[in-house]
Each structure stands twice: as structure tokens, then as C-alpha cells.
């Protein structure tokens, strides 16, 4: 069963990462739209606001902002602050009642409490399909789970919406090394830090991966 897996993961992994430039974001690709509200225009006086924008538009918008800001960002500092104000705005889905049960979710995962968090994140993603971060937390629960093969499709989700999220690009990575697919993995960690270049982190599983995939001529 897990040589089938493997290959189902691998087949994925290669239409994920072949093609021009081999970006994450071909994995929307093969993922269904998310359902759009019409939203009002964006206000952007402040990139790093301490109110979030009610309108899914809005902060749509202001995600695009503040992701172009972190990738040009040449300060770690600065890059912090940036990403900070991002999973800021991850975090809200536009419903109370979502981001309540995210709260929980958080809660639970702390506590590894996979199978409840799994329960309330099965609700997440039926009550708001457009909200990335359920798919990238889901996603995150499979992993913990060895559930490899829902953990990516719950990522190309996630993906989908937001090709930037540089956590689930990042967690995209982390299921490849895991399943074996190290050249996979490294494209996945370099897309990440295209995105966010001062995740130290992936900088650091990016070079480790790099010596050994490379150095063995793959």
C-alpha cells in the first residue's frame, strides 16, 4: 500500500513541479475554484493594520501587498514584521463563528489532539471552502496523521487559493521529504523562499537538501 501511495504522490509531484518555471502554483491546476463573494474596494493606509479588512476582497488585496513587500524585503527585521501581519491575516476568514473554531483547532493541534482538531476542520472547510488556512491546517493534521496522500490533496487546496502561502509551500516540502521525493521537496523549499526569503528554517533544510540531491547528480 505505501509503494501505491508513493507513486500516486510522485505522479502528483511531477505535475506539480513540471512545466515552465515548475511553480507550486500549478497545483491549482487540478483544484476546484473556491466560490467568490463580491467584496468592496480595498483600503490600504496602513500594510501593517491593526484592523483587518472585513471584505474577503479586501484582504485578498492586501495579502498580495504585503507578500510583494516580504519577498523584497532585505531585512530580517522587517521581513518578521511583514510576515507577521500575513499569518495575521491567514488567521481571518471573514466568519466569527470560522475563526472561533480555528482558535480551537490551534488549541488542539498544541495538544495533539489530531482526531477532534480533524472533526472541527471537516466543519472549517465545508463552512468556508475559500479560506486557505482550513486547507493548510487540515492538511497539517493529515501529516501528523501519516495520511500522506489527503495531506496533499488538502495542500493543493490551500494552494489554489493562495499560492503564496509560503507555510503551506513549506508543508508541501516537508511531505515530500517525507515520502522520499528529496528533488521535489528542494523545489518546494526554494518556491517557499521566493516568497518569504528569511525563513530560516527552510534556508536551513534548503541548503542540507541541496548537498545531498545535488551531490548525488540528480
Given at each position: 500500500?505505501?509503494?501505491?501511495?508513493?507513486?500516486?504522490?510522485?505522479?502528483v509531484?511531477?505535475?506539480?513541479?513540471?512545466?515552465?518555471?515548475?511553480?507550486?502554483?500549478?497545483?491549482?491546476?487540478?483544484?476546484?475554484?473556491?466560490?467568490?463573494?463580491?467584496?468592496?474596494?480595498?483600503?490600504?493606509?496602513?500594510?501593517?493594520?491593526?484592523?483587518?479588512?472585513?471584505?474577503?476582497?479586501d484582504?485578498?488585496?492586501?495579502?498580495?501587498?504585503?507578500?510583494?513587500?516580504?519577498?523584497?524585503?532585505?531585512?530580517?527585521?522587517?521581513?518578521?514584521?511583514?510576515?507577521?501581519?500575513?499569518?495575521?491575516?491567514?488567521?481571518?476568514?471573514?466568519?466569527?463563528?470560522?475563526?472561533?473554531?480555528?482558535?480551537?483547532?490551534?488549541?488542539?493541534?498544541?495538544?495533539?489532539?489530531?482526531?477532534?482538531?480533524?472533526?472541527?476542520?471537516?466543519?472549517?472547510?465545508?463552512?468556508?471552502?475559500?479560506?486557505?488556512?482550513?486547507?493548510?491546517?487540515?492538511?497539517?493534521?493529515?501529516?501528523?496523521?501519516?495520511?500522506?496522500?489527503?495531506?496533499?490533496?488538502?495542500?493543493r487546496?490551500?494552494?489554489?487559493?493562495?499560492?503564496?502561502?509560503?507555510?503551506?509551500?513549506?508543508?508541501?516540502?516537508?511531505?515530500?521529504?517525507?515520502?522520499?521525493?528529496?528533488?521535489?521537496?528542494?523545489?518546494?523549499?526554494?518556491?517557499?523562499?521566493?516568497?518569504?526569503?528569511?525563513?530560516?528554517?527552510?534556508?536551513?533544510?534548503?541548503?542540507?537538501?541541496?548537498?545531498?540531491?545535488?551531490?548525488?547528480?540528480?
Open positions: 500500500m505505501m509503494s501505491l501511495l508513493k507513486r500516486t504522490v510522485l505522479a509531484t511531477v505535475a506539480v513541479f513540471t512545466g515552465l518555471g515548475a511553480t507550486v502554483a500549478g497545483i491549482a491546476q487540478t483544484a476546484p475554484e473556491p466560490p467568490r463573494k463580491p467584496q468592496n474596494k480595498p483600503d490600504q493606509k496602513n500594510l501593517l493594520l491593526k484592523e483587518v479588512p472585513d471584505a474577503a476582497k484582504r485578498k488585496q492586501l495579502l498580495k501587498d504585503l507578500y510583494t513587500r516580504l519577498g523584497q524585503s532585505e531585512d530580517g527585521e522587517n521581513s518578521k514584521m511583514v510576515a507577521t501581519a500575513i499569518e495575521r491575516l491567514w488567521l481571518h476568514s471573514g466568519s466569527d463563528t470560522v475563526d472561533l473554531l480555528m482558535k480551537r483547532v490551534g488549541d488542539l493541534m498544541v495538544k495533539e489532539e489530531f482526531d477532534v482538531a480533524l472533526q472541527i476542520l471537516d466543519s472549517v472547510v465545508e463552512m468556508a471552502p475559500d479560506f486557505p488556512e482550513g486547507w493548510n491546517r487540515r492538511a497539517a493534521v493529515y501529516f501528523q496523521k501519516k495520511d500522506y496522500g489527503k495531506s496533499l490533496e488538502n495542500l487546496y490551500a494552494l489554489a487559493i493562495d499560492p503564496s502561502h509560503y507555510k503551506a509551500i513549506q508543508g508541501l516540502g516537508l511531505l515530500m521529504q517525507e515520502m522520499g521525493e528529496k528533488e521535489a521537496a528542494l523545489r518546494a523549499y526554494r518556491e517557499a523562499l521566493k516568497v518569504h526569503p528569511h525563513m530560516d528554517d527552510v534556508r536551513q533544510s534548503e541548503k542540507e537538501l541541496a548537498r545531498e540531491v545535488e551531490g548525488q547528480g540528480i
